[in-house]
Nanobody
Framework: VQFVESGGGLVQPGGSLRLSCVASGAIIRIYTMAWYRQAPGKQRDLVATITTGSSSNYSDFVKGRFTISRDNAKNTLYLQMNSLKPEDTAVYYC???????WGQGTQVTVSS
C-alpha cells in the first residue's frame, strides 16, 4: 500500500490549504481513513477520521477549522484546512486507521 500526500506549503496565519492523499495498492472505500500530523520533536497525532459511511470526527485542536472528506471514485482523501495557526505547522500524513504503511507526508508551515 502506498499513500502519496500533497498540497502542503507555506501559508500565513488565518490562511487555508487543501491537502490530498492518493492511495495505490488499496481501495480506500473499504477503510476508515485518517489524517495525522507530526511536528518536529513530537509524536504523531491523529487529526481527523472519516468512516466508510463518511462520518467524520476531529481532534479538539482542529475542530471547526478542518474538514476531512473522501472521493472513493478517485481513491483519494482530502483535508481542507482553514483558519490555520502557527501551531498547525507539521508534516501531515494520511493512512487507514490501524495502517502500518506510511507515505512521505506533506509539510505544512504556518508563519508570517
Amino acid at each position: 500500500v502506498q499513500f502519496v500526500e500533497s498540497g502542503g506549503g507555506l501559508v500565513q496565519p488565518g490562511g487555508s490549504l487543501r491537502l490530498s492523499c492518493v492511495a495505490s495498492g488499496a481501495i480506500i472505500r473499504i477503510y476508515t481513513m485518517a489524517w495525522y500530523r507530526q511536528a518536529p520533536g513530537k509524536q504523531r497525532d491523529l487529526v481527523a477520521t472519516i468512516t466508510t459511511g463518511s462520518s467524520s470526527n476531529y481532534s479538539d485542536f482542529v475542530k471547526g477549522r478542518f474538514t476531512i472528506s473522501r472521493d472513493n471514485a478517485k481513491n483519494t482523501l482530502y483535508l481542507q484546512m482553514n483558519s490555520l495557526k502557527p501551531e498547525d505547522t507539521a508534516v501531515y500524513y494520511c493512512n487507514a486507521v490501524g495502517g502500518v504503511d506510511w507515505g512521505q507526508g506533506t509539510q505544512v508551515t504556518v508563519s508570517s
